[in-house]
T-cell receptor, first 116, second 119 residues
Framework: AQKVTQAQTEISVVEKEDVTLDCVYE???????LFWYKQPPSGELVFLIR??????QNEISGRYSWNFQKSTSSFNFTITASQVVDSAVYFC?????????????FGAGTRLAVHP | DAGVIQSPRHEVTEMGQEVTLRCKPI?????LFWYRQTMMRGLELLIY????????DSGMPEDRFSAKMPNASFSTLKIQPSEPRDSAVYFC?????????????????FGAGSRLTVL
């Protein structure tokens, strides 16, 4: 069965520190997609990135970067020079192809607290 | 675009009462998902629809839960009768088709959620 593991339940850092959120997944699909979503204290879920299994290039977007390694089934997320506004719960998700359709399976989330 | 609209944002009810949560997906999106978020179980997929048809309801916890999508712009999640353990945040999300069909992986756009408290 598909599975997403975010082993870090909570991370606390001081502003300007770099922080990496880990995500490990399990799937038997040869084609799959991975996602990161952010849930700030206001509660909504905000899409950050989608990556397909054929594209192992790392991606950078401002202070955010993602490291996809198929060999270790990991899709880690790094925030450089963290800011207080980065405080949120971050979810990694795997797209599962089931019954002819895709659905997202979420990890348990990592709560990031960035302190001034 | 107003995004995915959910109502009510907060609901407090007593055990045994019927609860109806509502969702308006993004216009043009043809897939709709209902998720439940709790501290204990995280984000769980309850049911999803494609072109208004329920595709997978295996996540619906019990017969007390039902969901409908009578048209492309409206869906409801009903709990009858409600129980304290149903207290959670219920999210609706919608997505559009990618790559001409189910081979893609759609980006889900989530609503703000409906926080349900059953006393």
């Amino acid at each position: 069965a598909q599975k997403v593991t975010q082993a870090q339940t909570e991370i606390s850092v001081v502003e300007k520190e770099d922080v990496t959120l880990d995500c490990v997944y399990e799937t038997r699909d040869t084609t799959y997609y991975l996602f990161w979503y952010k849930q700030p204290p206001s509660g909504e879920l905000v899409f950050l990135i989608r990556r397909n299994s054929f594209d192992e290039q790392n991606e950078i977007s401002g202070r955010y970067s993602w490291n996809f390694q198929k060999s270790t089934s990991s899709f880690n997320f790094t925030i450089t020079a963290s800011q207080v506004v980065d405080s949120a719960v971050y979810f990694c998700a795997l797209s599962e192809f089931s019954g002819g359709y895709n659905k997202l399976i979420f990890g348990a989330g990592t709560r990031l607290a960035v302190h001034p | 675009d107003a995004g995915v609209i959910q109502s009510p944002r907060h609901e407090v009810t007593e055990m045994g009462q019927e609860v109806t949560l509502r969702c308006k997906p993004i216009s043009g999106h043809n897939s709709l998902f209902w998720y439940r978020q709790t501290m204990m179980r995280g984000l769980e997929l309850l049911i999803y629809f494609n072109n208004n048809v329920p595709i997978d309801d295996s996540g619906m916890p019990e017969d007390r839960f039902s969901a409908k999508m009578p048209n492309a712009s409206f869906s409801t999640l009903k709990i009858q009768p409600s129980e304290p353990r149903d207290s959670a945040v219920y999210f609706c999300a919608s997505s559009g088709e990618m790559g001409g069909g189910s081979s893609g992986a759609n980006v889900l756009t989530f609503g703000a959620g409906s926080r349900l408290t059953v006393l």
